[in-house]
């Protein structure tokens, strides 16, 4: 058996080694913040595969140990709800050393609120010196769970029981809506998270953006104590316009936010201090990953000095170049075409193993990741095997993929039907999925990754398939159809996320690459439909 050439080997692994450096080099050194100190931070305890939505709590030494960790970088906590957990936070609290601003969660059941008022105020009157502020709801205007009458009623129901400032936080804009609010609390508390806004913008135009808006407020509530209760930027997770998610850009965001805050001498709450996992089912990823600290409890970038966007890079370029010779070496590819192809699938199972590791935040993403990864890596593998050797059996179409499924599931089919024609299957398969994925994205994209990562070996073959020249059969409407879905929903999606959205635009031109194939083998088809003689005429196999 012929092998990979060690030149070709040598010459892709430096190319790996440069593709993997060039977005994780060190970045932002330059950017600096004149306190490592933060004011306070938000305090969710849940730790991975804990959350509120199943009621699975920290412990109290968990707790502690939270608040241990915070209290090196933090002066003071912003907690949401005053029933959850079986510990006295401002005990801890004060243990640790660590200011409180008292959360008291209101929504729309009266019954539940009145619950909420009571623990928080039994909590801010327990720990005087602890507890500096006492927050009664979170986003309740924005949310419509309250009407402005009634949540003021509330409001000032806890402050008549409670000696420390009373606050109410949202958005700005509906502190602008609801002025009358203002009258009733001792501060003013405004979010500003810029990249969860209507027109989200880049991080340096976010941070002049939240300068104008805190100063906007000061003029719309002369003599009002104004704080920012909460603003961040998430590390992973959707571009939202020019709003990109990433661990350099969240630390950027915090470093500039603190300078524009020591500047200005603006109160304020940084969201959050750990990465909450379950947030993933409401918000996405992104929603998953505001914390300074990952939900392991490790930091996730320096407070100053240079950042790397994924520090574990060596490992994955190592892991992409392992992969890569082995599938040249035991598929005999040794030209350069199919060398550099094996590096391309290598890369492409290396990236997707990096990104999913870092998302399982629930079971039902720990099966697709199960199914997913090696269907990827036996695609990977039979696209190597049909470069090397080529078109060693008959192709089949995507209808005959449909019938062997519908066989399957009434167990007419066995595993030998599926081997005959195994990469054509699995190949549409693919194609079929990534369609599916591209509707969503069309029609329910908020809080929506591109799939990047679990398209990244079908991408890498649909580019060797048109490089080669080597396009699936078209027989009939079944074969053609996810790959026009998928070519007319990047289109779409293309207007939906807009021309500065780098990653949207990155990934719908690989969805069209990913459709391509497809719709050139039905082009074809209908060129000798129409111009050969009958006998060539393509067969409706539906």
């Known amino acids: 058996m ?7 080997i040598f010459i892709f692994g430096l190319i790996t080694l440069a593709a993997w450096y060039w977005p994780n080099r060190p970045q932002a050194g330059g950017v600096t913040m004149p306190d490592a100190r933060f004011h306070s931070v938000s305090y969710a305890p849940f730790r991975a595969w804990q959350s509120p939505l199943t009621k699975t709590f920290p412990t109290k030494a968990e707790v502690a140990q939270d608040l241990k960790l915070i209290a090196q970088h933090a002066d003071g906590i912003r907690t949401y709800s005053s029933m959850e957990g079986d510990y006295d936070i401002g005990a801890l609290a004060k243990q640790a050393g660590l200011k409180v601003w008292v ?17 928080g105020i039994a909590q801010a009157n327990a720990h005087p010196h602890t507890d500096t502020r006492v927050v009664v709801g979170n986003e309740v205007l924005l949310r419509r769970d309250l009407s402005s009458e009634d949540l003021i009623k509330d409001i000032d129901y806890v402050k008549a029981r409670v000696a420390q400032p009373v606050a109410y ?38 941070i002049a953006r939240i300068g104008r808006t805190i100063a906007e407020t000061e003029r719309k509530f002369p003599g009002k104590r104004i704080s920012v209760g909460e603003t961040g930027w998430p590390s992973r997770g959707r571009w939202r316009g020019d709003a990109a998610p990433s661990r350099v850009n969240e630390a950027v965001f915090l470093r500039k936010f603190v300078a524009l805050a020591d500047r200005d001498r603006v109160d304020y709450n940084l969201i959050e201090a750990f990465d909450q996992n379950w947030k993933y089912h409401d918000e996405g990823i992104a929603g998953a990953n505001w914390g300074i600290w990952n939900a392991a409890r490790q930091p996730k970038f320096p407070l100053s000095g240079p950042v790397i966007e994924r520090p574990h890079w060596p490992l994955y370029a190592g892991m992409a170049v392992l992969l890569a010779v082995g599938l040249a070496i035991f598929s005999g590819a040794y030209r350069f075409g199919t060398v550099a192809l094996a590096f391309g699938l290598g890369n492409a199972l290396a990236y997707a193993v990096a990104i999913t590791w870092h998302v399982l935040y629930d079971e039902s993403l720990i099966i697709c990741a199960v199914v997913n990864l090696p269907a990827q890596a036996a695609l990977a593998w039979f696209a190597m095997r049909r470069a090397v050797k080529g078109k060693a059996l008959p192709a089949a179409s995507g209808a005959e993929t449909i019938l062997l ?3 399957s599931m ?7 039907d599926w081997r005959v024609s195994r990469f054509d299957h699995l190949w549409f398969l693919f194609v079929s999925a990534a369609a599916i994925i591209q509707a969503f994205l069309v029609f329910d994209p908020r809080y929506r990754d ?3 990562a679990v398209l990244a070996v079908p991408v890498v073959v649909a580019l060797w398939r048109i490089a080669a020249w080597d396009f699936p059969p078209v027989q009939s409407w079944r074969d053609w159809l996810p790959s026009a879905v998928l070519a007319s929903g990047a289109v779409a999606s293309v207007v939906i996320s807009g021309l500065l959205n780098t990653e949207f635009l990155v990934w719908n031109g690989l969805a069209l690459i990913l459709a391509a194939p497809s719709l050139i083998g039905w082009g074809r088809t209908r060129a000798i439909h129409r111009s050969g003689p009958p006998e060539t005429a393509s067969v409706d196999a539906g």
């Open 103 to 119: 959360g008291i969660w209101l929504g729309s059941n009266p019954v539940d609120n009145a619950r909420e008022m009571a623990a």
């Open 169 to 206: 936080a949202d958005v700005a804009s509906f502190w602008f809506q609801f002025p009358q609010v203002a009258k009733h609390v001792d501060i003013v508390m405004i979010h500003l998270l810029p990249y969860w806004q209507n027109h989200p913008v880049n991080v340096d135009a976010a």
């Open 2 to 8: 012929r092998s990979a050439r060690p030149y070709l």
């Open 450 to 452: 591109a799939p990047f």
């Open 410 to 416: 009434f167990g007419h089919a066995r595993l030998r």
């Open 405 to 407: 499924l519908r066989a």
